[in-house]
Every structure is written in structure tokens, then in C-alpha cells.
């Protein structure tokens, strides 16, 4: 059923060849498209489970303490696999925020305020190049031009709200460490719900009660879909940050029976069981695991 979900649906986002990591006025680092890098537009759909697990892997990097240096390719190696999460749409009350005189956000680890001034809010994902954006109360107005390949690109996202195609520009950034904890909330999710089920019946019902706490805090905004008419009745979902798409596509996988979502007794990778006791990612990893077990019981055995 899930994967009926995700080949019935089409919604497109942008990746660039290259990005790099740069550091701001404010010492602060964000991750960029590199300087000539070229544009691509897919579909992310149609890369599940892929990116769903290559997602929970960042984040298990993380969970896991993994040295900064290999979190930080890991990061990297997703955003150019995929592009960046899209946040300055994902975390406003609505991505049509241009149309606002305001920003309007509901809770988030990243922005605190309720509410920010247009372009305040849009400073914190252009810290070095702005756009050409003048806004007048609700009224915004953007120019494109010299550049033939990002007049394409906003030609081809007319119809979609201004921001999202604003953060296709070569301008737009994201924090690292905005992106980099996205991904260990999502590991982090993935491991209490796995946690709570492997662990249920050795704990006490407070501590049940906390892993439900910390699961109900999944979730926010959902994206919106409508029903097209094609050569069968076709399901378009309508997110306008990869964000949402990845939440939403880990939200079916969470709850899928068929294929459910494990971590590998030996290395913690995240995979696809196919069936719900499912402890190891690959024979390799189950034979590993077993010789270390067998040597700690040989060396236990000796003492």
C-alpha cells in the first residue's frame, strides 16, 4: 500500500551538482549550492524509501555520537543527493507567507519568536547574496534576471507559492546545524517507537508514558493533495519543502506491517525488515555479530 502512495503522486523539488559549506558575518555556518552549480528537478517520491532511509542514517550518525567529520560528509553527501530541506517554507504556519505582512511560526527548535518581519525572516536563509525582492505590506515583487538557467528555473515554479521558488535560488542557504538536527529528531523518533515496543514489557508505565510523550511530539504541518483524473484516479501530493515530503513518507513507513522500519543489532543502520523481529541489515552484520558474541562468551568462559 505505502509504495502504491508514492508512485500515484508526483510534486517536484530541486537539487544542485555541488554545494558547499560556508561560514557567515556571524560565524555561523549554512550550506549553499557551490558557486556555477546546476539545478536538477525530481521528484522525491519517487526516491522512497531511499531517502527516508538515507535520512534516518544521518541521524543515527548523531544518536550514535559518530565523530563530527563523518556527520558532516554524511550531511553533505544527502543535501547534494537530494537538496536542502526547504525549512524557510517548512516552518511558517503557511509557505504562502509572502502574501502576509508578517511571518507567522508555531513552535519549532529553531526559530523562536511567534512572528517575524518578512525580511527579517528571510535573512536567516539569504546571509550572503539577497534577492532582488522588494516587499510592500502584502504586496511582493521579484526580479530574476542575468542569469538564464534561474530565470528557467523560477519560470518552471510560477504556480507554486513565491518562497518555495525563492528557495530554489542559487542565493538560498540553510544553516548546518538546523539541517543536521532535523535529521537526529528524525532518528531520534524512529528509535523511541522501536525502543518502546522492543522494551515494553521490561519497563514501568511512567516511563511507557514518556516514550509516548516524545512520539507525540511527531508531526506538524502536513502537506495538502488532491485527486487528478489521469489514466486512473492519481493522488498529487502538494508539499512545498522536501521537509514535509521526507516526514510524511517516514510517517507511512512508521506505521507500515509489510516492510517495517528496523535498527541492525550490530552497526545501528537503519533498513527495511521484512518481517517485524528483523534484527540485521545484511548476513554479513548477523555473522559479525555473532563471532563478537561468541568471543565475549569464549573470554567470559575462561575467567
Known sequence: MMNNIFEQSRSHWVRYD???????????????????????????LKEAPGIVLDALNVGMLMMGRKPEAEVEKAV??????????????ALPTTPSFMDYEAVYLPKNHFVKEESLATDQYL????????LDLVK??????????????MVALTMTFMDEPMAK????QREYAERYD????????????????????????????DTRGLYRKAM???????????????????IYWDFHSLLLGIQMMFSFMLVDDDQPLRLCKHCQKVFLGS????????????????????REKSKGDEG
Open 136 to 149: 510592500k505590506n502584502i504586496e511582493s515583487t521579484w526580479k530574476v534576471s542575468g542569469d538564464r538557467t
Open 18 to 44: 555541488h554545494y558547499e559549506l560556508k561560514t557567515a558575518e556571524d560565524g555561523k555556518r549554512y550550506i549553499t549550492p557551490g558557486k556555477n552549480a546546476k539545478p536538477d528537478v525530481y521528484n522525491p
Open 165 to 168: 521558488n525563492m528557495s530554489f
Open 216 to 234: 507525540a511530539a511527531f508531526g506538524g504541518i502536513a502537506p495538502s493533495y488532491h485527486i487528478e483524473l489521469l489514466d486512473k484516479p492519481t
Open 76 to 89: 553533505m553527501e544527502f543535501v547534494t543527493r537530494y537538496g536542502l530541506l526547504g525549512l524557510m517554507t
Open 123 to 130: 535573512s536567516l536563509f539569504y546571509p550572503f547574496d539577497r
Open 178 to 205: 538546523w539541517v543536521a538536527q532535523q535529521f537526529k529528531d528524525w532518528a531520534f523518533t524512529l528509535t523511541t517507537s522501536i525502543l518502546y515496543y522492543n522494551d515494553y514489557n521490561s519497563i514501568d508505565e
Open 275 to 294: 518481517r517485524s523481529n528483523a534484527a540485521f541489515c545484511s548476513p554479513r552484520c548477523k555473522n559479525q555479530y555473532n563471532v563478537y558474541k561468541n
